[in-house]
């Protein structure tokens, strides 16, 4: 199969369109052969050396977590699917390895879920870890309806699902973005702020009974403002930064794979309550483009590869 590897940690150059040995099955693994994946800033974090010591890594390896495809092949104990299934998943292993970014992967079964029938394979494909540490993240926050919600990084891959998913929950979402986002973060149904110096002031400004839930997917200071401007009883979530969870009594997220995480996903995008934004597609032998594209930190919705 045609795959992009890299032998070495690196820039985006070190990506290569290489032909690896077809995945290996396991009894409760499935092969799905790729219609897309997405890049995540963590792939190129990992590809860059700086989560070395962190997730174990075998070069060479196949970068992506996130996948849409057709399952291809099913191992002996996976009941829930079958040949031909359309098929999305967030397919983190225990080591990084045989990644999405190649004609075929080997999932585990518990990463997958079936497809929303309303995406196309190249939306459906931007959705698993986004979407996902966006749900977890409101779950494990127990997000409520009449609750205010700040959510830092609103308009990015996750804070995009994060205010959708707790508007359909009935809360009041206030969201961080810089001003070019701010009719963005309107049509999904949040109330903007520009991101910055004075951002707890223009917070309180807008809601003067502070804050419920702080949802911080942004990093840097996000949870020290957050802190300020927190209610009585509030609680803040990172995804970025521990001190949420050690010194705010809050929590630290690192999204999970989950079959029922995504079917929750899929019901709401099935629904018309949830939607997606791509930002850019690139075929799989332009990966590293990709990767340079999700490096600026500038695009507004995922960046996918076509395989």
């Known amino acids: 199969m045609r795959a992009i590897t890299y032998s070495k940690f690196g820039g985006a150059d ?11 099955i396991g009894p409760d693994t499935l092969v799905v052969r790729v219609k897309a994946a997405s ?58 390895h045989g990644g999405t970014f190649a004609e075929l992967v080997a999932a585990p079964v518990r990463t997958l879920a079936r497809k929303p ?29 009449s609750q205010t919600v700040l959510v830092h990084a609103a308009a990015g891959g996750v804070g995009a699902f994060a205010v959708q998913i707790a508007k359909e929950l009935g809360a009041r979402v206030i969201g961080t973005a810089s001003e070019a986002n701010h009719e963005f973060l309107r049509s999904l149904g949040a109330e903007p702020v520009t ?9 309180r400004a807008i809601a003067p009974g502070g804050i419920d839930v702080a949802l911080d997917f942004a990093g840097g200071d996000s949870v020290a403002v957050s802190a300020e401007v927190l209610a009585d009883g ?13 010194e705010h009594r809050g929590q630290y997220v690192w999204v999970r794979p989950s079959a029922a995480g995504l079917d929750a996903l899929t019901a709401l995008f099935d629904a018309g309550k949830l939607s997606v934004e791509v930002a850019q597609v690139f075929d799989l032998a332009d990966a590293a483009a990709a990767h340079r594209a999700s490096e600026t930190g500038h695009t507004r919705g995922k960046v996918v590869v076509r395989v």
């Open 195 to 203: 991101y910055g110096e004075g951002l707890a002031d223009r917070v």
């Open 117 to 145: 029938a309303s995406l196309s394979f190249e939306e459906a494909a931007a959705v698993p870890l986004a979407g996902l540490t966006a749900y977890q993240a409101i779950r494990r926050s127990a997000v409520r309806a």
């Open 14 to 24: 070190v990506l290569e369109l290489t032909d690896q040995p077809d995945p290996h």
């Open 234 to 246: 509030g609680t803040i979530t990172s995804i970025a930064d521990p001190r949420a969870r050690t």
């Open 39 to 96: 890049v995540n800033p963590v792939d190129w974090k990992i590809r860059s050396g700086y989560l070395e010591g962190l997730i174990d890594m075998q070069l060479p390896a196949i970068p992506g977590w996130d996948v849409a495809g057709v399952v291809e092949q099913v191992g002996l104990d996976t009941p829930e699917f079958q040949v031909g299934d359309e098929v999305y998943g967030y397919v983190r292993k225990d080591t990084v």
